[in-house]
Each structure stands twice: as structure tokens, then as C-alpha cells.
């Protein structure tokens, strides 16, 4: 509560130049509690002086103090008023006076705080946006790839299922030729056709195996998945 007087200066505020003269006082958000005296000095009368003060817009009717001159005016938001106060006696009114009033808001509830919350508020929304749309890549390449591996394990299943059937033909008509091989080596008495049936029978065997090999691996890999 600070009591302004017709000094250039006050306590926490410095005036321009003494308050009687001032035609605007500015105050900080944490001045808002304040107390102003003021007389009508016109004798003889002075004795028979009733006060009134209003703070436009935050009063709405004139407050009378009766015979006291002082406004008290306390809890005052930031903005801007107009102090008027007015001397007067049971039949007229005798003096006048309006002091402008600035009480101004604190740092963060200024329009360069709010211009800092929006750049926050933009950044938030732009790296959320950034973030979320990195999430959305990184989700669309994982489906991708996993897509991309299960082509590739069906274009494997397919190789492999597709040469398990080729062995299978395979395999049953070597076994057939390599039983007549058999015989015929057991009745061919001429070397030059022994040489023949056995290069025959050893190709046919070592193909067989092959073919064994291979299915024996397909086997194994249907056990393993």
C-alpha cells in the first residue's frame, strides 16, 4: 500500500514531476494496492467539503468518502483508468479533478511473452508433427521389409518345394534304370559293355544320391520351421 504525495517521489516508483501536477501515473502489476489523497483548498467553504472518487472502468458508481479525501483503491488488475475524483458541498460541486492511471501487467502476461509461448507452442507442434511422422516412416518401412521378407520366403518355399517335386520324378525313374543295370552287369560277359553298364550304374547312383541329399534337406528344413 503505497501513499503517493505532492513529492516528485514515492516509495518503489519515481514520478516525473509532483503529483499535483501529473496527469498520468504508471504503476507496475505489484503496485495495484494503492492510496491518494486529495483536497479541495477553497476557503471559507473547506470545512463543508464532501469527496467523491470513481476509477473508470473498474467503478461502476461514485464512492463517497464524506469529508475524507482519499481514493483506496486495491486489487486493480493491469489496464488502463481514469482516477476522477470531485469536491462538493450540499449544493454544488466545487472542484474536479481525472489523474490517468496505467497499472501495467506482469512480464509473462505481456504480448512478447505470448508471442514466446506461440514460437513454443509452434515448436511443440512442429517437432510432434516431425516425431510422429518419423514414427509413421519408420512403421511403413517395417512393414515394407516384413512384407518384403515373407515375399522372399514364399519365393523360397516355392524353389524348394518346386525342386522336391523335380527330385521326386527323378528319383523313381533312376531307380527303375538302375535295377536293369544291375542285371545286365550280372549277364554281360563282354568287357567292353561291363565298362559301359558301370559308368551307367555309377552316374545313375551318384545321381541318386543327390536327389537323396536333397530331399533329405528339405526334410530337415520342414522340421526346423
Not at 66 to 76: F, H, K, P, R, Y
Not at 201 to 207: C, D, M, T, V
Amino acid at each position: 500500500n503505497k501513499k503517493t504525495s505532492a513529492r516528485n517521489e514515492v516509495e518503489g516508483c519515481r514520478l516525473a514531476q509532483a503529483l499535483p501536477y501529473l496527469s498520468e501515473l504508471d504503476l507496475a502489476h505489484d503496485q495495484s494496492l494503492i492510496s491518494i489523497d486529495f483536497v479541495a483548498l477553497k476557503l471559507p467553504i473547506g470545512k463543508d467539503v464532501n469527496y467523491a472518487y470513481k476509477l473508470e472502468p473498474f467503478h461502476n458508481q461514485w464512492i463517497e468518502t464524506n469529508q475524507t479525501g482519499t481514493a483506496n483503491l486495491s486489487n486493480i488488475p493491469p489496464g488502463d483508468y481514469i482516477l476522477k475524483a470531485r469536491a462538493s458541498t450540499a449544493t454544488m460541486t466545487i472542484a474536479a479533478n481525472e489523474l490517468a492511471i496505467t497499472i501495467n501487467p506482469p512480464f509473462w502476461k505481456t504480448w512478447p511473452a505470448y508471442l514466446l509461448y506461440l514460437v513454443l507452442l509452434l515448436t511443440l507442434v512442429v517437432t510432434g508433427m516431425r516425431y510422429y511422422a518419423e514414427r509413421l516412416k519408420l512403421k511403413s518401412s517395417l512393414l515394407f521389409e516384413k512384407k518384403q521378407r515373407h515375399l522372399e520366403h514364399e519365393l523360397n518355399e516355392e524353389r524348394v518345394q518346386f525342386f522336391t517335386g523335380f527330385s521326386h520324378e527323378l528319383k523313381t525313374p533312376l531307380t527303375l534304370i538302375l535295377a536293369p543295370v544291375e542285371d545286365l552287369l550280372l549277364e554281360t560277359k563282354n568287357p567292353k559293355d561291363l565298362r559301359v553298364l558301370k559308368l551307367i550304374q555309377k552316374n545313375a547312383k551318384y545321381l541318386h544320391e543327390m536327389i537323396s541329399k536333397l530331399l533329405e534337406f528339405r526334410n530337415a528344413e520342414l522340421n526346423v520351421n
